[in-house]
């Protein structure tokens, strides 16, 4: 057994037994009926081995792990124009806050928070169907994932569709100040569906194996984008991608990383490895609690932390 593996095994062992497991989201209904005890945490790293521990095979709702990909098909689509339509700074803010765009003109602080997700997602379905935009974001995790059986939880996407009020109430102030172009029920229509994509830990981690690699999956050879790029989208998400809980994730993990409230966390050691980490209990910023702790655990183990 190699260290990785070791390490994997280990930390999953400790995670399971560890009583202190944070809140499942439940404002998105379908979400709350998920086992707080699940645990499941894979890693792949540059040669393609991949250590898996706990619950790796079992899938669950990626949620706001899905902006991450949004992103890196809006800047495929419209590049550097984007940056008109939201900013890339932390926003210091819960991620479902309103109260920054009434003073920032309705442009979002960052792709991160929803705001900001909602006005990328409404640049992917430009001068398309909402079914067709759907289709291309989908396709497009399949891609990066290299697995064709990724699909969207239609019962979390109704779920969020019938409770989204505050998600509403973003896309109709954004869209006041002509942020948001399409009618706003297409574009939280697809909102709602590609934060419903399921996926397991094992697909999750190699989805991100393009961040992890300067733009290119090395198991498929494919280049997703310019090395440039995926540093680009690695430092957003080391600096947005847990919210008003970013400095406390760089403070501790020292990785770029993505959480999604359920439970699940990507992050990206730049040459070294592609990490996904589910455990469905959040802490007071929305970011499970479990996930980072494995993986303050795993990055100290390994000396993977970027600083
Ligand atoms: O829009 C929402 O509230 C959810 N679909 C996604 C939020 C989320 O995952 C926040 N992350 N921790």
Same mark, same amino acid.
């Given at each position: 057994?190699?260290?990785l593996?070791?390490?994997?095994? +280990?930390?999953?062992? +400790? ?10 989201? !439940? ?7 998920v ?7 894979? =890693? ?5 081995? =991949? ?9 669950? !709702? ?5 902006? $991450? ?13 984007? @940056?008109?339509?939201?900013? #890339?700074?932390p ?11 009434? #003073?920032?003109?309705? =442009? ?16 992917i ?5 909402? #079914? ?11 891609? $990066?994932?290299?697995?064709s ?9 109704a779920? +969020? ?17 002509g942020?948001?172009? &399409? ?25 991100? #194996?393009f ?5 290119? &999956? ?11 790029r ?28 993505? !959480? ?7 992050? $990206? ?7 996904? =980490? @589910? ?24 000396? @993977?932390?970027?600083?």
């Amino acid at each position: 057994m190699t260290e990785l593996e070791r390490a994997v095994r +280990e930390i999953s062992e +400790e995670m399971r037994q560890r009583p202190d497991r944070g809140e499942v989201a !439940s404002y998105i209904p379908e979400l709350a009926r998920v086992d707080p005890q699940a645990f499941g945490l894979v =890693v792949i790293d540059a040669d393609g081995n =991949v250590a898996a521990g706990g619950d790796s095979d079992v899938a669950f !709702s990626i949620q706001s792990i899905s902006k $991450v990909f949004t992103l890196t098909l809006a800047l495929g689509t419209v590049g550097d124009r984007l @940056w008109r339509r939201v900013g #890339r700074e932390p926003s210091g803010s819960p991620f479902n806050s309103i109260v920054q765009l009434e #003073r920032e003109q309705g =442009v979002p602080r960052n792709p991160f928070i929803n705001a900001g997700a909602i006005a990328v997602t409404d640049v992917i379905l430009s001068g398309h169907q909402p #079914r067709e935009a759907l289709g291309e974001i989908l396709r497009f995790m399949q891609f $990066v994932a290299d697995d064709s059986s990724i699909a969207i939880d239609e019962a979390v996407a109704a779920s +969020e569709q019938r409770t989204g009020f505050r998600n509403s109430a973003l896309a109709n102030y954004m869209k006041s100040f002509g942020v948001i172009e &399409n009618p706003v029920a297409y574009t939280l229509g697809v909102y709602f569906h590609h934060c419903a994509i399921a996926m397991t830990c094992r697909q999750l981690a190699k989805a991100g #194996r393009f961040l992890a690699h300067s733009g290119r &999956n090395p198991a498929t050879g494919h280049l997703v984008v310019q090395p440039e790029r995926a540093r680009r989208i690695n430092a957003i998400m080391l600096t947005c991608g847990h919210y008003d809980g970013s400095g406390e994730f760089a403070y501790r993990v020292g990785l770029p990383g993505k !959480s999604g409230v359920g439970g699940g966390i990507l992050a $990206v050691a730049p040459g070294k490895a592609s990490i996904a =980490v @589910w455990s469905p209990g959040l802490d007071a910023a929305g970011n499970s609690h479990l996930g980072r702790i494995a993986l303050e655990a795993l990055t100290r183990r390994m000396g @993977w932390s970027i600083f």
